[in-house]
T-cell receptor, first 116, second 116 residues
């Protein structure tokens, strides 16, 4: 399978714990995005990487959230001191391109986080 | 800030019939990109169709076509000859760059039910 892969698919954690999610984009894609999707809503943009550089961060991304893409390949999203409001589906997407116009964004199946 | 509104939380159509999903958006930009994404119960988002705002011709992809009304800021999706596999959440999305740093702004989605 050469699509976008996310791990784990499901995560249940206690409030206050830290969690980390991983995204493996399509190998030739230089652009990577994280989105958050809560029940009954569309995905909301969190952050964007071009290669290893994090070029855009939504104000939704509080200081408890940090994302990295150390070698321009896979990415991690860490949430520290989780809160119940962090419960959501976290989606990763990748695309390729330079400049403004990129190719179609391909999405992973997401990581569903439940904070209890 | 750009906003995307999908006013139909749920739509139902008989198999083989045609259905139209509505989307309106708000932007002050003249050049931008619009998308329809499908999210089946497995949760992986799939691009259905894409429209560049500078193109007057409406995009089509097999049974899927759009009615893009730039002045009215309207972007509806028509699905012809509906099939059971079309059942999913459908999200309308906007991007200023088409795939760059701004990511995608999604509507809340429309749940499409296909009745056999």
């Amino acid at each position: 399978d050469t699509g976008v892969s996310q791990d784990p698919r499901h995560k249940i954690t206690k409030r206050g714990q830290n969690v980390t999610f991983r995204c493996d984009p399509i190998s030739e894609h230089n652009r990577l995005y994280w989105y958050r999707q809560t029940l009954g809503q569309g995905p909301e943009f969190l952050t964007y990487f071009q290669n290893e550089a994090q070029l855009e961060k939504s104000r939704l991304l509080s200081d408890r959230f940090s994302a990295e893409r150390p070698k321009g390949s896979f990415s991690t999203l860490e949430i520290q001191r989780t809160e119940q409001g962090d419960s959501a589906m976290y989606l990763c997407a990748s695309s390729s391109g330079t400049g403004a116009l990129g190719t179609e964004a391909f999405f992973g199946q997401g990581t569903r986080l439940t904070v209890v | 800030a750009q906003t995307v509104t999908q006013s139909q939380p749920e739509m139902s159509v008989q198999e083989a019939e045609t259905v139209t999903l509505s989307c309106t958006y708000d932007t002050s930009e003249s050049d931008y990109y619009l998308f329809w994404y499908k999210q089946p119960p497995s949760r992986q988002m799939i691009l259905v169709i894409r429209q560049e705002a500078y193109k007057q011709q409406n995009a089509t992809e097999n049974r899927f076509s759009v009615n893009f009304q730039k002045a009215a800021k309207s972007f509806s999706l028509k699905i012809s000859d509906s099939q059971l596999g079309d059942a999913a959440m459908y999200f309308c999305a906007y991007s200023l760059s088409g795939g760059g740093a701004d990511g995608l702004t999604f509507g809340k989605g429309t749940h499409l039910i296909i009745q056999p």
